[in-house]
Each structure stands twice: as structure tokens, then as C-alpha cells.
């Protein structure tokens, strides 16, 4: 049985993860973890430093780690990195701790709100927009397949796409209750 206690953001880098997750977190009083910045915190180190010393799947290896962990918790909200839903494992935990959202965005919208954050290792390239939409292209299936429910934060507002979480863990709380 799914922990519906838990809220799991997934999606694509600058979709809100980490903004709506603290703000879903607050409005629901439950406590809000970032996957990235619980890498960081347990590594001592960027995530852009540990691309370059261990690889992308170095950091794979440490953010599945993190995603046990933490999806093993209750009643949080978890802010996970874009890439975390390629690694089947992860996609289990996922799948069976918790309310799985996808925050959607188009890659336009991506490139507002990345386009000066050089703490995003997978960005760091001459055609960034191309490389966001070769992400998308493999990634946003396994979003589909993996999410209860998608909000697109690119037409609604952080405060309307908290709102839209809301509304669909009440009723997932409530089917859980009369099931």
C-alpha cells in the first residue's frame, strides 16, 4: 500500500521542485527535503563537484542512496534531481512510498529560470536549450508513467500549482481512507 502521507516532486531542472516543495511542505505541515541539497549536505560537496571527480553516475549512485533513504521517511514533501526517475530503483521507491507529482514545464520556460545558475552540471554546454530538450525527450515519459498527477508550472503560479498538489492529495488521502 502507497504511503500517502509523502508528496514526491518530479520533473524536469527549473520546473519549481524545490520552490513549490517548501511551500507545498509549509501549507501542509509536513517537513520538506531537497534530494540535491541532501547529497551536498551528506557529501560536503557541490553536486557540480562530484560530476566532475565521479561522473554522472557516480552521482546517480549517491542520489539513489538519498532517494532510499528519505522516501523511507514519513510525511515529508521531497524536492527530487530531474534525473533521479532514470534509475529504476528510484522509480520503485517512488512509485511505492508515496503521492508521485509531476511538475511539467516547457523548455523555454526552463531556460528563464536556468539560464544563470551554473550549479546545474548537465547545462554546462555551448546549445543548452538543445540539451534540455534531448533531456526531455528520454526523461518525460518516465515523468508520465511515474506521476499520480502533472501540474504545469510553466502556466500556473507556485501559490496555484501548491493549491492543484493540495486538492489531489485530499482526494488520494481520501480514496486511501474508503479503500
Given at each position: 500500500m502507497?504511503?500517502?502521507?509523502?508528496i514526491?516532486?518530479?520533473?524536469?531542472?527549473?520546473a519549481?521542485?524545490?520552490?513549490?516543495?517548501?511551500?507545498l511542505?509549509?501549507a501542509l505541515?509536513l517537513?520538506f527535503w531537497?534530494?540535491?541539497?541532501?547529497?551536498?549536505r551528506?557529501?560536503?560537496?557541490t553536486?557540480p563537484?562530484?560530476f566532475e571527480?565521479e561522473g554522472e553516475?557516480?552521482?546517480?549512485r549517491?542520489?539513489?542512496?538519498v532517494i532510499?533513504?528519505l522516501?523511507?521517511?514519513?510525511?515529508?514533501?521531497?524536492?527530487?534531481?530531474?534525473g533521479?526517475?532514470?534509475?529504476p530503483?528510484?522509480q520503485?521507491?517512488?512509485?511505492?512510498r508515496?503521492?508521485?507529482?509531476?511538475l511539467?514545464?516547457?523548455?523555454?520556460?526552463?531556460l528563464?529560470?536556468?539560464?544563470k545558475?551554473?550549479s546545474?552540471?548537465?547545462?554546462?554546454t555551448?546549445n543548452?536549450r538543445q540539451r534540455?530538450?534531448?533531456?526531455?525527450?528520454?526523461?518525460?515519459?518516465i515523468?508520465?508513467?511515474?506521476?499520480d498527477?502533472?501540474?504545469d508550472?510553466?502556466q500556473?503560479?507556485s501559490?496555484?500549482?501548491?493549491?492543484?498538489?493540495?486538492?489531489a492529495?485530499?482526494?488520494?488521502?481520501?480514496r486511501l481512507?474508503?479503500?
Amino acid at each position: 500500500m502507497r504511503n500517502r502521507r509523502n508528496i514526491f516532486l518530479i520533473g524536469p531542472m527549473g520546473a519549481g521542485k524545490t520552490t513549490v516543495g517548501r511551500l507545498l511542505a509549509r501549507a501542509l505541515g509536513l517537513e520538506f527535503w531537497d534530494s540535491d541539497k541532501e547529497i551536498e549536505r551528506r557529501t560536503g560537496v557541490t553536486v557540480p563537484m562530484i560530476f566532475e571527480y565521479e561522473g554522472e553516475a557516480g552521482f546517480r549512485r549517491r542520489e539513489s542512496e538519498v532517494i532510499a533513504d528519505l522516501t523511507g521517511k514519513e510525511g515529508i514533501v521531497l524536492a527530487t534531481g530531474g534525473g533521479s526517475v532514470l534509475v529504476p530503483e528510484n522509480q520503485e521507491h517512488l512509485a511505492a512510498r508515496g503521492l508521485v507529482i509531476y511538475l511539467q514545464c516547457s523548455v523555454q520556460k526552463q531556460l528563464e529560470r536556468t539560464h544563470k545558475d551554473v550549479s546545474r552540471p548537465l547545462l554546462q554546454t555551448e546549445n543548452p536549450r538543445q540539451r534540455l530538450e534531448e533531456l526531455l525527450r528520454v526523461r518525460d515519459p518516465i515523468y508520465r508513467e511515474l506521476a499520480d498527477y502533472v501540474v504545469d508550472t510553466g502556466q500556473h503560479s507556485s501559490r496555484s500549482a501548491v493549491r492543484r498538489i493540495i486538492n489531489a492529495y485530499e482526494k488520494s488521502r481520501t480514496r486511501l481512507r474508503t479503500e
